[in-house]
């Protein structure tokens, strides 16, 4: 048996960063220790169009097609599947996963006629023992964590599978089969690595601690052994840890920490966090710097008190905050990155230009990179179950779910709310005093610096591509 695996082109933000799809990686890489045949096409690091892909389909001549991807682009894989059904072989299973597929598989499988198979949740066991039913031409009833049409065309759900309870048993991702060499990060060569999954936080607008039952944590021998095999074997010695957040506890990191020192092997890594958990690790910040992490994201998501606890965030501390970004900017030259999320329900146009203006004050003095988006309630959310019981969801066009246009009812219009985003972006990046420091970045020191300002100046690109691409059709509902 032949499994083709497929990341489906992403729609925007391509020049400034190509990450590779982990889960696929990871689910290529238990087939492969099965004894499967498998092929990867990843399209968003190639760039190729769909057309290329069902070429691709064509000389691969695989038995089953999987693909998946995120919210906003799970169209291109129903399309990808409709090809390959008509254009190539009814014969070929095809199969969605993914986050947006487990919780869309019924609406899935009706909408496309020509989908198989939903693998649901967490996939690498659930695809290993799928494909060996599949070969062996055996009932799929008994096969845990799937939803499929019968003959008759009814849609079957299998039982849920229980999550992986120790990830270390995972064998290292299937990197051979993907195109490494062209994932980076403004340039810089980058590779994904995980420390965890699921999460500790129950963010309404998350649909990780949905997918993912409970927390279970990578041993930090297992983190760093992955990191060297990358570097020994693709020439990556530069990671984003990618979780939603990373190091949720302080005896991984200190673990992560000493296993670093004592391999001492140059690794540089980076990862997402909120500032309140990083600010508990303070005592670590010059062990962390010296053991390789060069940038630090710190989901902000807003200021507003209330906000704030939509978010499940702690209360605002201003001065706290400030002087921890001076510390790592200043004194630890270490890059920050800071999220804000706009558009919550009951949001007021006041609190979004309050977070606007803070921003511009935070950035570049006290932060190397502001970043915004649009709140989207993803399907399986805590948030999309309250907006559709509300009925406040303004379209379930998939496409318009990349966080970068109003898809929910506010206290702001719509219209009101694109506008105010497309302005953050504007009045933080347009300025004179951030191209200036730019400019002088791309003389420091800090190498990290010097690949972040080469990349900025793709950023107004691919800002205008994605407001070409939220304004294009969407006048039915942005009003």
């Not at 087939?31 to 760039?47: C, M, P, Q, R, Y």
């Not at 511009?360 to 190397?368: F, T, V």
């Amino acid at each position: 048996m032949k499994v083709l695996l497929i990341q489906p082109p992403l729609l925007y933000y391509t020049k400034i960063i190509k990450s590779p799809n982990i889960g696929l990686a990871s689910i290529a890489a238990v087939l492969e220790g099965a004894g499967i045949d498998v092929a990867v096409i990843d399209a968003n690091a190639e760039g190729i169009s769909l057309d290329k892909i069902i070429g691709k389909i064509k000389e691969i001549k695989p038995d089953v097609v999987g693909s998946g991807g995120q919210t906003p682009i799970s169209h291109l894989s129903l399309e990808i599947f409709k090809k390959t059904k008509n254009e190539i072989s009814k014969d070929i299973v095809t199969l969605a996963g993914g986050h947006h597929f487990s919780f869309t598989d019924e609406e899935s499988l009706q909408k496309c006629p020509e989908l198989d198979i939903v693998v649901r949740g967490e996939a690498e066991y659930t695809m290993r023992e799928l494909c060996s039913h599949l070969d062996q031409g055996k009932s799929l009833n008994d096969i845990k964590g799937i939803s499929y049409k019968d003959a008759k065309g009814s849609i079957i759900k299998n039982t849920a599978r229980e999550s992986i309870a120790d990830i270390d048993t995972l064998p290292f991702p299937a990197w051979h089969l993907f195109p490494v060499e062209k994932y980076h990060d403004k340039g810089r060569k980058m590779l994904a690595v995980t420390t965890a999954r699921g999460c500790i936080y129950k963010c309404p607008h998350c649909i990780s601690w949905k997918i993912h039952k409970g927390v279970r944590l990578k041993s930090p021998k297992r983190i760093v052994d992955e990191m060297i095999y990358v570097k020994e074997h693709f020439g990556h010695d530069t990671f984003f840890f990618h979780d939603d957040q990373s190091f949720s506890y302080r005896e991984q990191l200190e673990g992560f920490l000493n296993e670093l020192e004592r391999r001492n092997n140059a690794l540089f890594w980076s990862y997402e966090t909120r500032e309140e958990a990083f600010y508990n690790y303070r005592d670590l910040w010059g062990r962390m710097k010296d053991h390789g992490l060069f940038r630090i994201y710190f989901g902000v998501e807003t200021i507003d008190a209330e906000g704030r606890k939509f978010y499940t965030r702690s209360k605002y501390d201003k001065e706290r905050f400030e002087e921890m970004l001076d510390y790592l900017e200043h004194k630890l030259d270490i890059i920050v990155g800071l999220y804000f999320i706009m558009g919550y329900p009951a949001e007021t146009e006041e609190n979004i230009r309050r977070s606007l203006q803070y921003s511009k004050y935070l950035y570049p003095g006290l932060c190397s990179l502001v970043l915004c988006s649009l709140l989207v309630p993803f399907p399986g959310t805590e948030l999309y179950l309250e907006m559709k019981k509300k009925n406040l969801i303004l379209t379930e066009d998939w496409k318009y779910y990349g966080s970068v246009t109003p898809v929910i009812k506010t206290t702001v219009s719509p219209k009101k709310l694109q506008k105010l985003y497309y302005s953050f972006w504007k009045n933080n990046y347009g300025r004179l005093t951030v191209i200036a420091r730019q400019l002088i970045n791309l003389f420091s020191k800090n190498r990290f610096r010097r690949y972040m300002s080469k990349g900025f100046f793709y950023t107004t690109t691919e800002i205008m591509k994605t407001k070409n691409i939220s304004n294009s059709g969407n006048k039915f509902f942005i009003k």
